[in-house]
């Protein structure tokens, strides 16, 4: 395939938030408390099946229990200032059920009706690492028996202590979603026998609240993993991580009818299928690793944010859509997360998502589970840091219309530079594995072509021959090649921006 790049007369599709790639420190990774099990290097390097479960009854099998994460360690804040400005999402399930206790009272055993405790040290260091990253904190509240005294509408009393706290420590919350995934209700850790309506008359009341004392605090919602509005495909063969399609579950109409308090912006969960861990349960939602460069496989993550942009026309008229949990499979990531397969996923998640509609994506997570940008105890940074990293460098804020469509061998963005120097830069994947792609240059040019070094799923990532790894808490050199005007071959599988 040849594909010739242009310069002249790009077309502006729009201008899209400069934190549009940002991501997740789970409540379970602050509090100490379980998360997905690490995979085993075979499972890792694909030669070892991962043993699948029956039905969601056997979930606590797959986890693990994980300490607090150190957010105070010098690599992981090192790394997490090289991605610049971000947003941070605190959340996830556990912090739907998770008591803060700041005077230290319950001596570390939760309250009736909570199952877990956030120490006012713990919220330190999360404000603490916002304040060091230049980050601004995204959080869901709790929403579980303990928060419904008497089992009546929502008590704010927890929800004021942590954002009374955090702005008198000099931190104020930036943004706020009411609950986690509030669409599987009790399965999320909602009260028992908890409805729509019931969610309701919370949103309502929190952020009505917020609205009110928090006037710089933005809203944002509902938060679902509601699958039903995402139209599948042509044969409907594959879709997305929806669990709401095997457990009980509401629509996003749903839990928004009768909210009176409009929205900031909307937010939704999305992932790209279901990891192997999940895979028996829903069968047609997972993705083999053969098929996760394919054009059907990358199509997703957009094909999802257009069904949902009439949902943030409707609930939150001119506002951003927000993912706030985004990542290649739900239930911990696919064997491959951690791996260079990985990477052609993530950057056609941003640059599709781009020419789509204006907001952020949390990718989930920085560092836990086998889908995070940092190993969880290491902080070795992973093929997916390092590509959203050069994202980060290059990309500028402006989006083109690449007038290239979609096409094996061929997934092709472009954006205006980052450094603010006039031309622009083009991000081309190509997903076949099997043909070169060839890229006629209008002019001199820097390309950072990207590739696994060992095949599609290495643990190391190349940038233009030159292995991506630390070097004790120093980043490798991350420098461009120089090229005339010419061409350029990209190798199967692999991914470059070209900067012009």
């Keep these: 395939m040849k594909l010739k790049l242009e310069i002249g007369n790009l077309d502006v599709i729009r201008v899209v938030d400069p934190q549009l790639m940002s991501y997740n420190i789970e409540m379970t990774e602050v509090t100490g408390g379980t998360f997905w099990k690490e995979y085993t290097p075979e499972q890792i390097a694909g030669i070892e099946e991962f043993p699948g479960v029956k039905d969601f009854s056997e979930m606590a099998g797959l986890l693990q229990w994980f300490d607090p994460i150190n957010l105070y360690n010098e690599r992981l804040l090192m790394l997490a200032k090289e991605l610049g400005p971000v947003w941070i999402r605190v959340s996830g399930s556990w912090a739907t059920k998770t008591y803060y206790d700041f005077d230290g009272h319950t001596n570390g055993k939760a309250p009736d009706g909570f199952e877990s405790i956030l120490t006012k040290d713990q919220w330190i260091g999360v404000l603490d690492f916002a304040k060091a990253v230049n980050g601004k904190i995204l959080v869901s509240i709790g929403n579980c028996k303990?928060?419904?005294?008497?089992?009546?509408?929502?008590?704010?009393?927890q929800a004021k202590l942590l954002f009374d706290f955090s702005a008198n420590y000099g931190v104020p919350i930036a943004a706020?979603?009411?609950?986690?995934?509030?669409?599987m209700?009790?399965?999320?850790?909602?009260?028992?026998?908890?409805?729509?309506?019931?969610?309701?008359?919370?949103?309502?009341?929190?952020?009505?609240w917020v609205r009110e004392n928090y006037p710089d605090c933005l809203i944002v919602g509902p938060c679902t993993t509601d699958s039903s509005a995402v139209i599948i495909g042509d044969d409907d063969s594959k879709g997305g991580a929806g669990l709401g399609d095997v457990l009980p579950s509401c629509s996003t109409d749903d839990l928004m009818r009768g909210c009176e308090v409009k929205l900031d912006a909307f937010s939704y969960h999305y992932y790209n299928g279901v990891s192997e861990r999940i895979a028996s349960v829903m069968p047609s939602a997972h993705w083999d690793a053969s098929e996760a460069t394919s054009t059907a496989y990358l199509a997703m993550a957009g094909r999802c944010a257009r069904a949902f942009v009439p949902f943030r026309d409707k609930y939150a008229p001119g506002g951003q859509i927000w993912v706030t949990e985004s990542a290649d499979a739900g239930g911990g990531g696919d064997t491959w997360a951690s791996t260079y397969l990985d990477v052609p996923r993530t950057l056609n998640e941003l640059g599709d998502f781009a020419t789509i509609t204006d907001g952020v994506i949390f990718h989930n997570t920085l560092a836990s589970s086998d889908y995070g940008f940092l190993h969880h105890n290491t902080?070795?940074?992973?093929?997916?840091?390092?590509?959203v990293l050069l994202w980060?460098?290059?990309?500028?804020?402006?989006?083109?219309d690449s007038k290239i469509p979609a096409q094996e061998g061929a997934h092709v963005y472009c954006h205006s530079r980052r450094d603010g120097k006039e031309g622009c830069v083009y991000l081309v994947i190509n997903n076949s594995l099997s043909e070169s792609t060839t890229i006629e240059l209008p002019k001199e040019a820097t390309c950072?072509?990207?590739a696994g070094r060992d095949g599609m799923r290495s643990k190391v990532m190349t940038l233009n021959?030159?292995?991506?790894v630390l070097e004790e808490n120093k980043l490798p050199c991350m420098d461009g090649l120089s090229l005339d005007v010419g061409t350029l071959e990209i190798a199967p599988g692999n991914c470059?921006?070209?900067v012009l």
């Design 146 to 157: 303990g928060n419904h005294p008497n089992s009546g509408p929502l008590d704010l009393s």
């Design 176 to 183: 706020a979603e009411f609950m986690n995934e509030p669409n």
């Design 185 to 208: 209700m009790e399965m999320s850790g909602a009260p028992k026998g908890y409805t729509p309506a019931d969610y309701a008359r919370d949103q309502d009341l929190f952020n009505g």
């Design 379 to 387: 902080f070795e940074p992973r093929p997916n840091y390092f590509a």
């Design 392 to 400: 980060q460098r290059l990309m500028g804020t402006t989006v083109y």
């Design 448 to 450: 950072y072509t990207l």
């Design 465 to 468: 021959g030159n292995d991506l």
């Design 496 to 498: 470059a921006f070209i």
